[in-house]
């Protein structure tokens, strides 16, 4: 189990909450109908990946996909009621990557069942370090880019979110009580795909840094 730190405080990974189709082109692109609410699943926090550490290919699927992502890190237990409390749960953003097998979510998706095959395994869920949220941090407006063996694949900016990181924060908070070192993965923009072992990706932002992983 990795630690996330932020500004010398410690948290343990709680919950690992995650939103799924929650950009219009990514939307578009794998031919689904724009949601209504958040699209919610969850990750185990044992599926967290430090950044350098390996990534592991899993071996029950052959299509491993990467998806970029802004990462927000819970700080205090709560039930926010309103923007500005859901701000205030905050006690870090990053970025990481939703690794998904591709293959076995469209063998799952027709039947109707859970995603844990597809979404859950072990290193699905590689986390960057966690930088502060700042009074001038614009939450609207923060860019992002993954790459793939040095080659831009994914850009893209939380003003494009269908559900915003506050509204999230909010409809969470109405199903469960937030508690501190819960993560929320906030969806992913257009240009997802493959990966093989070997490869080596990389997530990075102005307002984070950078952080990586060779597939193995």
Request: overall charge negative.
């Amino acid at each position: 189990m990795i630690t996330l730190t932020v500004e010398n405080t410690d948290f343990t990974p709680a919950r690992v909450f995650c939103v799924g189709m929650n950009y219009l082109a990514h939307i578009r692109e794998l031919n689904n109908a724009i949601p209504t609410e958040p699209v919610i699943f969850m990750k185990p926090a044992t599926c967290l990946v430090a950044p350098g550490a390996p990534l592991l290919y899993p071996s029950h699927g052959s299509n491993l996909h990467y998806e970029t992502e802004v990462v927000v890190l819970i700080g205090r237990v709560g039930r926010p009621k309103t923007r500005e409390e859901a701000r205030t749960a905050i006690a870090g953003l990053s970025l990481g990557l939703d690794m998904t097998l591709r293959d076995v979510q469209q063998t799952l998706r027709p039947k109707g069942n859970p995603w844990e095959l597809c979404k859950a395994f072990e290193s699905s869920a590689p986390v960057g370090r966690f930088s502060p949220l700042h009074p001038q941090t614009n939450l609207v407006a923060l860019p992002f880019i993954g790459k793939v063996n040095g080659q831009v694949k994914q850009q893209g900016n939380t003003s494009d979110l269908v559900f915003s990181i506050t509204d999230l924060i909010l409809y969470l908070a109405g199903i469960w009580t937030l508690l501190p070192g819960d993560l929320i993965y906030t969806g992913t923009p257009v240009g997802v795909g493959p990966v093989v072992r070997g490869d080596h990706l990389v997530i990075e932002a102005p307002w984070c840094g950078d952080f990586e992983w060779i597939v193995s």
